[in-house]
């Protein structure tokens, strides 16, 4: 059997592979295994999932949403996508603070990761779990909740802190949203008036095909009580018509745009759970920044732009706001990402990747665990303040280092 991520740049070799059908079992597999890593929705760019050991599937443990409306919160087993997690919420009247722009990601995975939305005021997506349930390597379960001492650096640990069967989010009420796009911002404008623009709306992002002076598109999802939105903004002309962020696309593979009013799950990412979303033939790299050098950084880019052009599909520029779980590439700070989706040649991506790198070089650019990046050892772990913190952690609760892999080992000082 030959196991692919979903974009297919990685190629997963495990000596063993298993679609675990219940969480006993996992315990069991985990115990009796030397090396194990737990394999997700397969939406990661990096090797951060591979193993030469146990490859761990969750998809076919039982399929479980327990929505809390007492407390305002769901439990989620690790099998759950956030498209089976959204529509059980709104339907009890709540919402999550914020979705990534796919629905068909691991609930579990993308905590793992940091992955995030889009917004100044809203977290990355493991900001709201409030609990979370793990396996060691001895193979038993125990469980973490906000507060508890290993709490912030069990969340977005990368796999390491032991194998999630479940956890607990967060919701707030629910709420609707109006999705508005833009064509032709001016990137001087952006520039000029980033906090302006990126803090204009519930989530905001800005894409580019960096072929001219102009971000291409600009996304504003608002609250549906906020005032419609202005015919032009900053130069950027409101689209007639539906959008999709890479050209050539289909634009109803995106969520419905035009003002039209809907609930948050159904606005809040870019893409249908029903559809393909993106394109899928695509490598991912991901540069977050503090806001503050936002401008800058993003005027050192354009000025390599040139040379990253023949690989890149599209770019996504969006902020999130900071937090404190360990080693979140937005651990302590309000956040900008810098986001790139290249063609699948690796002989044009490579030299993107090298071109991009140095023109952030002079920024404090963490890089997204689960995306491409070249970046050194040394200057991936210099950017993590408690990174000392989380490998205390690792050694503590896996001393014989039976989740790391190749991966983790070469940016983290582990167990081997």
């Known amino acids: 059997m030959t196991l692919t991520n979903w974009a297919g740049n990685v190629v997963f070799t495990p000596e063993r592979y298993v679609r675990a059908t219940s969480v006993e079992q996992v315990q069991e597999l985990v115990a009796g295994a030397a090396k194990v890593r737990v394999l997700g929705s397969g939406h990661s760019f990096s090797t951060v999932a591979a193993t030469d050991g146990l490859l ?84 038993e379960l125990r469980t973490l909740r906000t507060g508890d001492k290993d709490f912030d650096g069990s969340i977005i640990a990368l796999g390491l802190a032991g194998v999630v069967t479940a956890l607990t989010l967060k919701a707030q009420p629910t709420f609707d949203v109006r999705q508005y796009v833009y064509d032709d911002l001016p990137l001087a404008a952006l520039i000029a008036n980033f906090d302006e623009i990126m803090s204009s709306a519930y989530s905001v992002s800005a894409f580019t095909h960096w072929r001219g002076p102009n971000m291409d598109l600009l996304w504003r999802k608002q609250l549906a009580s906020d ?23 289909p634009t109803e593979n995106a969520t419905q745009q035009l003002g039209v009013p809907g609930p948050w799950h159904e606005r809040l990412p870019h893409f249908r759970f029903e559809f393909t979303p993106s394109r899928g033939d695509e490598v991912q790299s991901e540069y977050l920044l503090p806001i503050e050098q936002a401008g ?3 005027a050192a880019v354009d000025a390599v732009r040139e040379q990253f052009l023949p690989a890149l599909q599209v770019a996504e520029i969006r902020t999130i706001a900071g937090d404190d779980l360990w080693i979140s590439p937005a ?56 990174l000392g913190d989380f490998e205390e952690l690792v050694h503590r ?14 940016y983290l000082d582990l167990p081997a």
């Open 56 to 139: 761990l599937s969750l998809e076919d443990l039982p399929l479980n949403v327990d929505v809390d409306t007492a407390t305002s919160s769901a439990r989620v087993t690790a099998s759950a996508r956030f498209a089976h997690v959204m529509p059980p919420l709104h339907s009890a009247g709540l919402a999550l603070h914020n979705t990534g722009s796919l629905p068909h990601i691991s609930v579990a995975g993308a905590a793992a990761t940091g992955t995030h939305g889009s917004g100044t005021g809203n977290r990355c997506l493991a900001a709201g779990v409030t609990g979370i349930e793990l396996i060691g390597p001895d193979g």
């Open 397 to 410: 609760v896996d001393p014989q280092g039976k989740f790391t892999n190749a991966f983790t080992r070469a």
């Open 331 to 386: 651990y302590g700070r309000t956040t900008v990402g810098f986001h790139f989706t290249w063609t699948d040649d690796l002989s044009k991506v490579t030299p993107a990747i090298a071109a991009l790198e140095g023109a952030l070089a002079g920024f404090d650019a963490r890089p997204h665990w689960g995306k491409v990046f070249g970046l050194p050892r040394e200057q991936v772990r210099s950017l993590y303040p408690r």
């Open 227 to 249: 005032p419609a939105a202005p015919p032009t903004y900053f130069g950027a002309t409101l689209a007639d018509s539906a959008r999709h962020p890479i050209d050539g696309m």
């Open 296 to 298: 800058a950084a993003l």
